[in-house]
């Protein structure tokens, strides 16, 4: 079975452009989460869908960063205009159902952003 | 108490010794809770999970244990492995919510020493 895939694998921009990022979840899964990791720290989930609805983007910045999932398989995840603070690691992940029926989270390799 | 930033707990052992990993939680209603690996340049993996309606789970050579009473969680892992080397993150869900939001802990670096 094919793992969650994501990319770029790595992205370097300069502050005030725009980049976005790809992730295909594995397939029949229904959520896909987007997540974003800061250097020394856990994943902080920005996005969760469910099929092509989102479920919940209470600490998504809307401001800058927008996704979505309109076929309710792939996802993308843009950030415009990006920020200093936006470097991390945007980690997607996907389960069959969602974590309250006790589905695992599979998480893909991320993509590295680094905005200078 | 409460790490920030690139100050992780630390855990080192040596190759075959057994290692326990700490995690204390603070959402009194979480009732799910969860292990990821995370090794070097990858996403994380899930380990094992565990839910409020029980204390310990045992999985290959890793151990949960969960005292609701305290809200302590911890990872056993038996005769550890030099591949046991990675960030382990404890995970809680909300709680009380349909779709169970997960909150990951800051981590603790295991090394493990050949």
């Known amino acids: 079975e094919a793992g969650v895939a994501q990319s770029p694998r790595y992205k370097i921009i300069e502050k005030r452009q725009s980049v976005a990022f790809w992730c295909n979840p594995i397939?029949?899964?229904?959520?896909l989460y987007w997540y974003q990791q800061i250097l020394g720290q856990g994943p902080k989930l920005l996005i969760q869908?469910?099929?092509?609805?989102?479920?919940?983007d209470s600490q998504l910045p809307k401001d800058r960063f927008s996704a979505e999932r309109l076929k309710g398989v792939d996802s993308t995840l843009k950030i415009q205009p990006a920020k200093l603070e936006d470097s991390a690691v945007y980690l997607c992940?996907?389960?069959?159902?969602?974590?309250?029926?006790?589905?695992?989270?599979?998480f893909g390799p991320g993509t590295r952003l680094t905005v200078l | 108490g409460e790490s920030v930033g690139l100050h992780l707990p630390t855990l080192s052992v040596q190759e075959g010794d057994n290692s326990i990993i700490n995690c204390a939680y603070s959402n009194s209603a979480s009732d799910y809770f969860i292990w990821y690996k995370q090794e070097s340049g990858k996403g994380p993996q899930f380990i094992i999970d565990i839910r409020s309606n029980m204390d310990k789970r045992q999985g290959q050579r890793v151990t949960v244990l969960l005292n609701k009473t305290v809200k302590h969680l911890s990872l056993q892992i038996a005769a550890t492995q030099p591949g046991d080397s990675a960030v382990y993150f404890c995970?809680?869900?909300?709680?009380?919510?349909?779709?169970?939001?997960?909150?990951f802990g800051q981590g603790t670096i295991l090394t493990v020493h050949p």
């Open positions: 869908f469910q099929n092509n609805g989102v479920v919940d």
């Open positions: 992940a996907s389960s069959f159902r969602g974590v309250a029926q006790g589905d695992t989270q599979y």
């Open positions: 995970v809680t869900n909300a709680g009380g919510t349909s779709y169970g939001k997960l909150t």
């Open positions: 397939s029949g899964h229904a959520t």
